[in-house]
């Protein structure tokens, strides 16, 4: 085998695949999901928290806080370490894929290819590793639930749409199996899978969203948050950022250059040909912009560049830090921590933004940063929103999308070789756990809310 890359002498049968798969299965059978969903060794709440807090912005922690304190399910979203602990004491199949590491219900969205067209697929990479399968669908699973209760669903429809997801995950990694590499690999990302997905209920949920993806571009960005300068001396039309407090605030000149250092190293992270796409743009204007709930606290920057004839592009430059999965894995040393999510994404995801990579921004001290899009035709459900037939609908989406993610560095042969089996052991078993840890993170985000309301931590609402 070539020390560069795949040995390509050799040929995996798809019986000897699926044997593996099914030698999996003997050492760690379906009821291993339905397991004691805590970790004798979990760190208290607080301690979970102040932890997770080390390195950010100071003066944001609050905010963060305040976020997570606004329900169990936004709590949960700001606490993938926090499962990882937990998930990391029980066994797991050891077939390892390349995982999202957050695969809450809120992670997976619609956003634009390079032909303009409206995909649907994971979406958040930051705690991305090589990783057990499970943790992904169990994740998934739990939050369903939550997402369920925030929405009023009953129990049994909560309980429904986690099933649904490990069937619909058990299922479609059995047909991608059947497929034919080429095919598989490019599988379920646009509007089809809902058909593939039997989510017919959420057609109206997914034309609404990606009816509101196709106006979420670079202009319309320009249009809500800058304005207009005029350079008289050079005639270049040029725009910058307003100011949002909290959410959207100028930085001063050295931070200003420093990120634009880093956008010109990030060019070497893209593929040639964009480097030369690029180059045309020259940045107008850097602000900071806090964004989502376990990233409140990170360094994080929006840049407005300017291009032909009064055009823009906004690139999002993002904080990169190690996973919260990370200390319950196997060590693996990143080069680079944006360079790990960029690769993950890049191996899960059906179609990447054409601008992703990562560069080095030196502050304080040098950071790893993302770098990519900050609005590529971008567009959400959100599953907090939905009512309870549609969100079985969305957990029958999420887990089929989420098989074609692991079947792309997991064999989906040995990934059916696993779960193949004649009655529904596999998904009664993720749902009953998914309850039991919706409950745990219930009992979690009442241990913060009680803290705050002691004193014992800050919270500011968002």
């Known amino acids: 085998m070539s020390d560069s890359g795949p040995d390509l002498r050799s040929y995996v049968s798809a019986e000897d695949a699926r044997a593996r798969g099914r030698a999996a299965r003997q050492r760690v059978p379906f009821d291993a999901a339905d397991r004691v969903v805590e970790s004798p060794n979990r760190p208290t709440v607080l301690e979970f928290v102040e932890a997770s807090n080390e390195g950010r912005i100071d003066r944001l922690i609050p905010l963060r806080i305040g976020r997570m304190t606004a329900s169990?399910?936004?709590?949960?979203?700001?606490?993938?370490?926090?499962?990882?602990?937990?998930?990391?004491?029980?066994?797991?199949?050891?077939?390892?894929?390349?995982?999202?590491g957050d695969a809450h219900a809120a992670n997976f969205g619609l956003y634009g290819t390079q032909r303009g067209e409206i995909v649907m697929d994971i979406n958040d990479f930051d705690e991305t590793v090589l990783g057990p399968w499970e943790w992904d669908l169990r994740r998934l699973a739990a939050s369903l639930v939550l997402a369920g209760r925030e929405s009023g669903a009953?129990?049994?429809?909560?309980?429904?749409?986690?099933?649904?997801?490990a069937r619909f995950y058990r299922q479609t990694a059995g047909e991608l199996a059947e497929m034919p590499f080429m095919q598989s690999w490019t599988a379920l990302p646009d509007e089809s899978i809902l058909g593939s997905a039997k989510a017919d209920d959420l057609i109206d949920d997914f034309k609404k969203a990606a009816k509101k993806a196709r106006k979420?571009?670079?202009?319309?960005?320009?249009?809500?948050?800058?304005?207009?300068?005029?350079?008289?001396?050079?005639?270049?039309?040029?725009h910058r950022f307003v100011s949002d407090p909290p959410i959207l605030t100028p930085v001063d000149a050295p931070v200003t250059d420093a990120v634009i250092d880093g956008l010109e190293r990030y060019a070497s992270t893209i593929r040639e040909s964009r480097r030369a796409?690029?180059?045309?743009?020259?940045?107008?204007?850097?602000?900071?912009?806090?964004?989502g709930t376990g990233s409140v606290g990170l360094h994080s920057y929006v840049a407005l560049l300017h291009g032909n004839d009064g055009e823009s592009l906004v690139l999002q430059v993002k904080q990169a830090r190690p996973s919260a999965l990370a200390p319950f894995l196997p060590p693996v040393a990143p080069r680079h921590e944006g360079e790990r999510i960029v690769a993950g994404a890049r191996s899960v995801q059906s179609e990447t933004d054409i601008l992703l990579g990562w560069t080095t921004v030196d502050l304080d001290e040098p950071l790893p940063f993302v770098v990519r899009q900050f609005r590529n035709l971008k567009g959400?459900?959100?599953?907090?929103?939905?009512?309870?037939?549609?969100?079985?609908?969305y957990g029958r989406l999420a887990g089929a999308l989420l098989a074609r993610a692991h079947s792309r560095s997991l064999d989906p042969r040995t990934l059916a070789g696993y779960l193949e089996a004649d009655d529904d052991a596999f998904e009664e078993a993720v749902a009953a756990y998914a309850v039991r840890y919706a409950d745990r993170t219930e009992a979690d985000h009442a241990e913060l809310v009680a803290a705050v309301a002691a004193g014992k931590i800050a919270a500011e609402p968002s």
């Open 277 to 291: 796409l690029l180059a045309r743009f020259a940045v107008s204007d850097v602000a900071f912009r806090i964004v």
């Open 154 to 165: 009953a129990e049994d429809d909560c309980v429904r749409a986690a099933r649904d997801a």
């Open 72 to 100: 169990p399910f936004t709590f949960f979203r700001g606490a993938a370490g926090l499962m990882a602990a937990d998930l990391a004491a029980g066994p797991d199949s050891g077939l390892p894929a390349q995982i999202c």
């Open 380 to 393: 959400s459900i959100d599953p907090a929103g939905l009512s309870a037939d549609d969100l079985d609908d």
């Open 216 to 238: 979420n571009t670079s202009a319309k960005v320009v249009a809500k948050w800058t304005e207009h300068l005029d350079d008289h001396e050079t005639g270049i039309r040029k």
